[in-house]
Nanobody, 126 residues
Framework: QLQLVESGGGLVQPGGSLRLSCAAS????????IGWFRQAPGKEREGVSC????????NYADSVKGRFTISRDNAKNTVYLQMNSLKSEDTAAYYC???????????????????WGQGTQVTVSS
């Protein structure tokens, strides 16, 4: 069964850090670009970051640029999202998604992703 599983979410104070993980099972991520998306209650889903299959290209939404870092370890079949300097507006459910294709696409093109995880909640609050 093809599956993506996110982990690492939780409650953190403003200014704190979290590292999200996205682990794949049932398939190898080697030929997939991976995106992280988030959705807050009452808001549309937002593309956060994307990494190409080799890790050579990493794109970020303006809202997280300089604070978040995406990385991948293909040997572990896992992609990470390191989130630093968290703000209350980062509060959302975070999802990873895999797209068949080596290159990143626009972060607005969530429809191009083939597999999605179930999400992990990130809450930034004092």
């Amino acid at each position: 069964q093809l599956q993506l599983v996110e982990s690492g979410g939780g409650l953190v104070q403003p200014g704190g850090s979290l590292r999200l993980s996205c682990a794949a099972s049932g398939f190898t991520l080697d030929y997939y670009s991976i995106g992280w998306f988030r959705q807050a209650p009452g808001k549309e889903r937002e593309g956060v970051s994307c990494i190409s299959s080799t890790g050579g290209t990493r794109n970020y939404a303006d809202s997280v640029k300089g604070r978040f870092t995406i990385s991948r370890d293909n040997a572990k079949n896992t992609v990470y999202l390191q989130m630093n300097s968290l703000k209350s507006e980062d509060t959302a459910a975070y999802y990873c998604a895999a797209r068949r294709g080596m290159l990143c696409v626009s972060l607005s093109r969530s429809d191009e992703y083939n597999y999605w995880g179930q999400g992990t909640q990130v809450t930034v609050s004092s």
